[in-house]
């Protein structure tokens, strides 16, 4: 079965740097369009950073306007990983991340949290 697991999380001040990763089992990674989520306190789930396949021109990405310039999202196929880069965080980006396909199915990790204090 589809298993996912999320690492790197903690707690970090405004303007520091995490880190984040999320392992794939189960699905054939190279092939499918990942995306990493997060949930705040409240909050619904929300897509912050999806990469696509790769191509003969790379890995497409997009980001919420909210993270855009700030975070970077990247993926080794070898390792069925897909990472998420955060730099410049902000008291806001505290939630609980999770990784899953793009569009999301049900096969949901335990996420890590993401403490951003001011």
């Known amino acids: 079965q589809v298993q996912l697991v999320e690492s790197g999380g903690g707690l970090v001040q405004a303007g520091g740097s995490l880190r984040l990763s999320c392992t794939a089992s189960?699905?054939?990674?190279?092939?499918?369009?990942m995306g990493w989520y997060r949930q705040a306190p409240g909050k619904q789930r929300e897509l912050v950073a999806t990469i696509f396949t790769i191509t003969s021109s790379g890995s497409r990405t997009t980001y919420a306007d909210s993270v855009k310039g700030r975070f970077t999202i990247s993926r080794d196929n070898a390792k069925r990983t897909v990472y998420l880069q955060m730099n410049s965080l902000k008291p806001e980006d505290t939630a609980v991340y999770y990784c899953?396909?793009?569009?999301?199915?049900?096969?949901w990790g335990q996420g890590t949290q993401v403490t951003v204090s001011s």
């Open positions: 899953n396909r793009v569009p999301a199915d049900s096969n």
């Open positions: 189960g699905i054939i990674f190279s092939m499918t369009n």
